[in-house]
């Protein structure tokens, strides 16, 4: 089946830097545009960045603009996100998403990892 | 960016009865608008596409309606499973996509 499994977080000072991976399974990865989507403690969905399904193209939130950078290795299935200069305001859980559809950047997130917590404290 | 509202914050429903959560776009999105569900300490799931197409595996009772600026996500008889975080999403303004601050169905 369908599997998106993320790993890599941790607690990190402030300024510092921290690598996610997701491994992906049960599906040609290299079909597919990856999202990293974050979420706050106690609070709502926010959207950090994409990557088209051949790399070609990438995007990011303002919030994470210049910081953060998404990348992936079709060859081993796998998805990133570099996370530079992290603040405390970048303390979520990631989550890993998958775009519904093949060939098109209009359409939902699915499926979604189980998410990585990443806490950014001294 | 387009803002997405969800109302109301809080929704309290008994078993077996209809719930109608909302979603306001402050632009059009077409009929680009997702409905995710999500319990505590689990990922969001995907519930409704296209604004109305249910997506593999969930239940009929479930439906969303909806174009340009205004939907709806109507649960037709709660399920103790149903009680939940419900987010929209906008993916019309790729890829400045967006998602509404939650409506949160509680027992009542």
């Known amino acids: 089946q369908v599997q998106l499994v993320e790993s890599g977080g941790g607690v990190v000072q402030p300024g510092r830097s921290l690598r996610l991976s997701c491994a992906a399974s049960g599906f040609t990865f290299s079909s597919y545009g990856m999202h990293w989507v974050r979420q706050a403690p106690g609070k709502g969905l926010e959207w950090v960045a994409v990557?088209?399904?051949?790399?070609?193209?990438?995007y990011y939130a303002d919030s994470v603009k210049g910081r953060f950078t998404i990348s992936r290795d079709n060859s081993k299935n796998t998805l990133y996100l570099q996370m530079n200069s992290l603040r405390a305001e970048d303390t979520a859980v990631y989550y890993c998403a998958r775009d519904r559809g093949m060939t098109t950047v209009v359409t939902p997130f699915d499926p979604w990892g189980q998410g990585t917590l990443v806490t950014v404290s001294s | 960016e387009i803002v997405m509202t969800q109302s109301p914050a809080t929704l309290s429903v008994s078993p077996g009865e209809r719930a109608t959560l909302s979603c306001r776009a402050s632009q059009s999105v077409s009929s680009n608008l997702a409905w995710y569900q999500q319990k505590p300490g689990q990922a969001p799931r995907l519930l409704i596409y296209?604004?109305?197409t249910r997506a593999t595996g969930i239940p009929a009772r479930f439906s969303g309606s909806g174009s340009g600026t205004e939907f709806t996500l109507t649960i037709s008889s709660l399920q103790s499973e149903d009680f939940a975080l419900y987010y929209c999403?906008?993916?019309?303004?790729?890829?400045?996509?967006?998602f509404g601050q939650g409506t949160k169905l509680e027992i009542k």
């Open positions: 999403q906008q993916y019309n303004n790729w890829p400045l996509y967006t």
């Open positions: 296209g604004a109305s």
């Open positions: 990557i088209w399904y051949d790399g070609s193209n990438t």
